[in-house]
């Protein structure tokens, strides 16, 4: 299941990722309402779990537009907010359902499971790049129908530059994603495993699809290169 969390308390949002991961999801974060709706409008998601008090687009907003768009992935609305004007706002909004802080978490992946199964599941999308095709759901990566064996962190730092093909990826995103690692992450940790990804997915195929930025980060061919 490809859940969404949309939430600006920087903690709060890590430590969703973190356990949801655990619990076998696969997890994207945004922190703040404009990043939060163009993620959930580029991929598909399964569950969106979205705070009402964000800045730039609230949630109420957020939700608002992804329905207009006609995205069906569900929302989880989560908000320190209470009472039920807030959690009729929510649902007139088109959230399916609504959970106010502080929250017991084993309720949260309950609600979530529970939200899945209402909607229909769906399993995470492959990522299709030319021949070079990034599997989620398998956490498995093919170059022209030939298997590439990744090392599970390797596959981490392709899967983020597959979900964001086209665009210039920086180091520290890549940390925050894939490392977790905060401000004090080292950047030459994403250059080796960029490297090691450049001699199993392009040098042996004679392609360039992951290209570097220089001064900026790193950007994945959204051909495939």
């Known amino acids: 299941m490809r859940v969404l969390v949309v939430e600006d308390e920087r903690r709060l949002a890590a430590a969703l990722r973190h356990g949801l991961t655990a619990e076998g999801f696969t997890v994207d974060v945004a922190h703040d309402g404009v990043t939060g709706l163009a993620r959930a409008s580029e991929q598909p998601y399964d569950v969106i779990v979205l705070d009402i008090m964000l800045p730039g687009l609230n949630g109420y907003r957020v939700c ?27 649902l007139d909004t088109g959230a399916d359902d609504f959970l106010s802080k502080p929250f017991s978490y084993v309720v949260l992946v309950a609600r979530l499971r529970a939200l899945a199964r209402r909607i229909g599941s769906r399993a995470p999308r492959a990522t299709v790049l030319g021949d070079l095709v990034v599997d989620a759901a398998g956490r498995t990566c093919t170059r022209s129908g030939t298997p590439v064996r990744l090392t599970a962190r390797e596959f981490a730092v392709l899967d983020h530059l597959a979900r964001r093909a086209g665009e210039v990826v920086t180091k520290r995103e890549i940390l925050d994603e894939v490392w977790e690692s905060g ?43």
């Not at 992450?185 to 570097?212: C, M, W, Y």
């Open 64 to 90: 608002s537009l992804l329905r207009a768009a006609g995205h069906d992935a569900g929302i989880l609305m989560l908000t320190a907010k209470d009472g039920e004007w807030d959690e009729a706002e929510a």
């Open 183 to 225: 401000p004090d992450g080292d950047p030459n940790i994403v250059e080796v495993h960029i490297s090691a990804l450049r001699r199993k997915i392009d040098t042996p195929f004679g392609r360039a699809a992951l290209q570097t930025v220089r001064g900026a980060g790193y950007r994945l061919a959204a051909d495939g290169g």
